[in-house]
């Protein structure tokens, strides 16, 4: 045991929404029982990369006693939770199909830190086009690392703020934005658009359109 900075999670409140889980590359924060967990002490680096992550602000880092960071346990540790998340054949049809590879996938909750942002091709997608377009995780997600978010709903200079903190920090390849017919989802695109400008990045950027009948309006 030494003295060194770890993960500390205030159960109290903790939500269990499992964003501090996609932020920690060693795998060390679980949820158990509905509520996030340092499975590990030898697993956690201390380096605090899950702490923007969290939006209830139950993650702090301390300087306590605790075993060591074991670089080589926490490589084991996530070869066997790889092994975990392989399917079991008679899933294999069901796993083909659909395409979800990121987690948190609520703009709110996502760190703009997230690994799965670096490099990403983004679907930014308005909350309701999952709904009515049927071919949505076939077609337009497939390769895709997923946003969501409302524009006339939730709060658009969060919102707005948010995305040029994450166009400006990680290596954003493309954006596809896929929003409603109706007016007030065109807010998405212009949030999208403003917050390339802001972040003054050059990445490429598609709109689809899908319309009230469920169908994709053409380009």
Known sequence: MIKRPIVQIDQDKCDGCGACVNACAEGAIQIVNGKAKLVNEVYCDGLGACLGSC???????????????DEEA??????????????????????????????PIQLKLISVKAPFLNNAHLLIAADCTAFSYSNFHQEILKDKKLIIACPKLDDTEFYLGKLTEIFNTNNIKSITVLRMTVPCCAGLTWIVKEALKKS????????????????????
């Open 200 to 219: 003054g990045k050059n990445i490429p950027l598609e709109e689809k359109i899908v319309d009230m009948d469920g169908t994709m309006k053409p380009y």
């Open 74 to 103: 926490t490589k084991k540790h996530l070869e066997f939770i790889k092994i975990k998340e392989v399917p079991s054949c008679e899933c294999l049809n069901f796993v083909n199909n659909y395409k979800l590879s990121n987690w």
């Open 55 to 69: 939006p209830k602000g139950a993650i702090t880092i301390v300087e306590r006693q605790a075993k060591p960071f």
